[in-house]
C-alpha cells in the first residue's frame, strides 16, 4: 500500500500541472514511470496504480 501511495502521490502532481508546463510533466513521469522514451506527450489526467511496471517508447 505504500508503494500505491507513492504513485497516487506522483500522479496527483502531473494531474495538476498547467498545459504550459510541458517539461514539468515529462519530470514527473520520469518519476513515475519505468522508462519514458522521446517525443512523448500524455495529456492530464492519467490514471495508474503501478507506474514503476510501464514503459512508455517513442513518439508516443
Not at 21 to 44: D, G, H, Q, T, W
Amino acid at each position: 500500500m505504500k508503494e500505491q501511495m507513492q504513485c497516487l502521490e506522483v500522479l496527483y502532481d502531473f494531474n495538476h500541472t498547467r498545459p504550459s508546463e510541458a517539461e514539468k510533466r515529462n519530470e514527473i513521469l520520469k518519476k513515475l514511470l519505468a522508462e519514458v522514451s522521446v517525443n512523448v506527450y500524455i495529456e492530464p489526467p492519467l490514471h495508474a496504480n503501478w507506474g514503476r511496471h510501464t514503459h512508455v517508447g517513442n513518439d508516443v
